[in-house]
C-alpha cells in the first residue's frame, strides 16, 4: 500500500481547510502523506468525482463547505462509499447559529475576501522574488526601493520584510568582477539605499555561512583583503549613484528597514 491519501475539499481555496489537515497530520509520526486539494467546488458532480477518487486511492476526505446541501452530499456519499470523511466547519457554524441565534450568511469563501492591503502586500512579495539579487535588472525602474549592497548585508531577507509592508524592493548585488546594471544609473537616485557594512563584521558573517556549509574558512569569499577590495568597490558605486547608504553593521534587518521606512516618510512630506 501507497502513502496514506487525503483529499481537501473546499467551495473556496480549501487554504483553511489543508491547515487544519496539516496540524492534525502533525501528530503522526509515520508520514510521509499524500494531500491532494480540491477548491471551488459548486456542484455536485464535482463532490462525487471527488469521492471516487478518494475510493480509488483509499483515501479519507476533510472538508470546508458552507453551503448545507453541498455538505449533506458529501457525507452521504461518503458513507455510501465507506469513506471516512470529516466535516471541518460545519459542526461550528451550526454551534454558533444554535448559541448566537443567527443565520449564517452561507457564502463561499468570505475569509478570502480581503481587502487591498492584502493584495498589494502579495503582489510586493512576488515582487522581492522576481528581482531578487540582480535577477532581472529590469525590476529596478519599477521598484518603489533599489537595495544595493555587498554578499551577505542582508539584501534578501531586507527585501521580504519591506515587501510585507507593501514596498515593491528589488536588489542588486555588487561584485568587482560584474559590471552593475546600467539601469542602477538611470534610476531616481533617491529609490536606491546602499547596504554598507565594516569588513570585520561582513568577514564573521562570511566564515560563519562557510561553515554552516560544512566549508572551510580559508575561501576568498570569506577572506579580508577580498572583503576590504568589495567594500571599496561598492563605496564607488554608490558614490557614482549617489545615493544614501545605511550602515548594517550592527542592525537587524527590522532596525535597517525602519530607518529606510522613516527616510521615505520624510521624502514624502517634502
Known sequence: MGKPFIYVLSDSVGETAELVVKAALSQFDDGPFDLQRIPYVEDKGTINEAVQQAKAQGAMIGFTLVIPEFRKHLLEEAKKHNIECVDIMGPMMEAMERHFDIEPRLEPGLVHKLDEDYFKRVEAIEFAVRYDDGRDPRGISKADIVLIGVSRTSKTPLSQYLAHKRLKVANVPIVPEVQPP??????????????KISAEKLNDIRKERLRSLGLGSQASYANIDRIEQEIQHFNRVVDRIGCDVIDVSNKAVEETANVIMNKLREKSQE
Not at 182 to 195: T, W
Open 182 to 195: 546600467s539601469e542602477l544609473f538611470r534610476v531616481d537616485k533617491s529609490k536606491c539605499i546602499g547596504l
